[in-house]
């Protein structure tokens, strides 16, 4: 069983940065992938990253490609996105996940809460 734990969200100006962490219970979290996904008011969820148990691997969903970093510290049991040149079009409740490798919401066992993001023009 893994509980997570969402922060970091909040109010930013376009062009802005915001950190997202995910703390996990559990000493299983180094064995899962981790995710994050990400919905707007009216929208289907979306993928916006994952990362392999070991954080060998990562997968960016293109929207968010080049602007976006996933990244994770296992003797933290926590997973991180580092959000920059933020869009109005990024708003959103973000929320991360462990399961498997995957940008398919249906992979992954265990959903945090998730925390709000917002970003004004």
């Known amino acids: 069983q893994v509980q997570l734990v969402e922060s970091g969200g909040g109010l930013v100006q376009a062009g802005g940065s915001l950190r997202l962490s995910c703390a996990a219970s559990g000493r299983t979290f180094s064995s899962y992938a981790m995710g994050w996904f990400r919905q707007a008011p009216g929208k289907e969820r979306e993928f916006v990253a994952t990362?392999?148990?070991?954080?060998?691997?990562?997968y960016h969903a293109d929207s968010v490609k080049g602007r976006f970093t996933i990244s994770r510290d296992n003797a933290k049991n926590t997973v991180y996105l580092q959000m920059n040149s933020l869009k109005p079009e990024d708003t959103a409740v973000y929320y991360c996940?462990?399961?498997?490798?995957?940008?398919?919401?249906?992979?992954?066992?265990?959903w945090g809460q998730g925390t709000q993001v917002t970003v004004s023009s």
């Open positions: 996940a462990a399961g498997v490798y995957s940008d398919v919401a249906g992979s992954y066992d265990y």
């Open positions: 990362i392999s148990w070991s954080g060998g691997s990562t």
